[in-house]
């Protein structure tokens, strides 16, 4: 499957919003607190256009968060695809060409002026849509790890990613599990 840049960066902006959500089994508190937070995550993932954020947006944001986290947690394609065509739908889109800071041309789904949360449900939307449509929502993933849920985007080859981060999440499990092949081997 072709990833562009455009769509690489909205995969990694839409998980980066779903894992700001509080997790009670993993021990994380929101990390979308507060409009200054709010902010922090727009300047983060670089994401164009977007004005002075006030709390209004900062409670569409969430919202748009949850629903986020619900294609993540879609059981099949039609379900995600229900999902993701009410968030497009309720963002108003407006498919268009541009050229910014330095960007070659790509596409915009968002609507000029469009707030936040309708910026970040087009263009987030479309791209786990094309997902969607290249069936491969199953790549659309929460980490293996027992104490960690967070959201990844499984971009190997044969699709064998486990966790959302190999080297803390995987890694931590795996070494458990020698110390605990190794304790029975001891007896």
């Not at 995969?11 to 507060?34: I, K, S, Y």
């Not at 409009?35 to 409670?59: H, M, Q, Y």
């Not at 609507?111 to 790549?139: T, W, Y």
Request: with cysteine.
């Amino acid at each position: 499957m072709l990833i562009t840049h455009d769509t690489r960066c909205a995969l990694d902006t839409v998980v980066d919003l779903v894992n700001t959500a509080p997790d009670d089994a993993a021990g994380t508190a929101d990390r979308l607190t507060d409009v200054p937070a709010l902010e922090v995550f727009v300047r983060k993932n670089e994401i164009s256009d977007v004005g002075t954020v006030a709390e209004r947006d900062l409670a569409a944001v969430r919202a748009v968060r949850d629903r986020f986290a619900a294609v993540f947690a879609a059981p099949d394609p039609r379900a995600a695809a229900e999902l993701i065509n009410d968030l497009i739908a309720a963002a108003g889109t407006t498919p268009r060409l541009t050229d910014h800071d330095g960007y070659d041309w790509h596409v915009h789904y968002f609507a000029p002026g469009a707030s936040v949360a309708d910026h970040l449900a087009a263009d987030c939307g479309m791209a786990l849509a094309f997902f969607v449509v290249a069936g491969e929502q199953e790549r659309l993933r929460r980490c293996d790890a027992p104490d960690c849920r967070h959201a990844f985007v499984d971009l190997s080859r044969n699709r064998s990613r486990r966790y959302c981060d190999s080297r803390t999440c995987g890694n931590r499990l795996h070494v458990a599990a020698y110390r605990a092949r190794r304790k029975e081997a001891a007896g």
